[in-house]
């Protein structure tokens, strides 16, 4: 297979795992939503929330999982179920998608304005992806971020890790368009079509897979990131998706495609 010429990675569960911070975030939202006598999490509450985060497709669903928790559903239930099991608990408590999303945002906004070095200080890097950035960056390639986080917030986090990221190259939540688009977009601007693509949501490889454009596009689901075992199945009887693990990523790229 030809290496790329452009190479375009996300950054929530492919170089950062951010799953503390988002049980925290979770948490603070359902304390808001729900009224908990305790505003403490229970022992091993946040154990269960990490491993099932891949079923959590927007936001407004993640108070709603710590609810589900907490209502005795178990891990099985839940991966089988979610999309239809996420709205009634919301609408048991006589509340809706929106309140749910302005809690969720309001935490979050609000805790980043209060202290947003403890914020950061919530996210971890997948073992080698900051050498592995540094060594990209030393190169030839174009390299890209593209990520549904807010662009100023990977250029904090990758600066506290040592890494200059050109912001130019960071392409974040504020685009406000689907990743496929952002896409098509570098593929017009660089005047390339061998793009590879690192995503760890299998719906998003999906979408630009169906872009009859955007065939070249080589796409790889981490292995590592938010996602399941049926997604990883998924991926490895795809011919237009490769599986990829974190082993391979930190290699040359002819590794990628062993």
């Keep these: 297979m030809a290496l790329p010429q452009l190479l375009a990675l996300d950054f929530d ?3 950062c795992d951010g799953l503390i911070e988002y049980f925290q975030t979770a948490w603070r939202a359902y304390c808001l939503l729900f009224e908990p006598e305790s505003d403490r999490p229970s022992v091993g509450l946040a154990e269960k929330f990490y491993p099932l985060r891949p079923v959590i497709e927007t936001g407004w669903e ?14 099985e239930k839940i991966i089988a179920n979610w999309p239809q099991m996420a709205l009634p608990y919301l609408e048991a408590a006589g509340l809706e998608k929106s309140q749910s999303v302005g809690a969720l945002d309001g935490v979050r906004d609000k805790w980043i304005k209060a202290d947003l070095q403890s914020w950061l200080s919530l996210h971890r890097f997948y073992p080698g992806m900051i050498d592995r950035l540094r060594e990209l960056l030393a190169g030839d390639l174009p390299l890209y971020i593209v990520s549904t986080k807010e ?12 890494i200059d990221f050109p912001t130019e190259r960071i392409i974040g939540k504020e685009v406000k368009r689907p990743k496929y688009e952002t896409l098509r977009l570098l593929k017009e601007q660089h005047s390339v079509s061998r793009i590879w693509f690192v995503e760890d ?6 979408q630009v897979k169906q872009q009859n454009d955007l ?22 009887q795809d011919s237009c998706i490769r599986l990829l693990s974190l082993e391979q990523i930190v290699q040359p790229f002819d590794q990628w495609t062993r």
Excluded: C, H
């Design 13 to 15: 569960g492919v170089i």
């Design 62 to 75: 993640m108070p709603i999982l710590v609810r589900s928790l907490i209502a005795g559903d178990s891990s």
């Design 151 to 162: 662009g100023r917030f990977i250029k904090a986090l990758l600066a506290q890790s040592g």
């Design 201 to 206: 949501r299998l719906p998003a490889l999906t």
């Design 215 to 236: 065939t070249e596009v080589q796409l790889f689901l981490a292995d590592w990131g938010y996602n399941l075992e049926p997604d990883r199945e998924t991926a490895r």
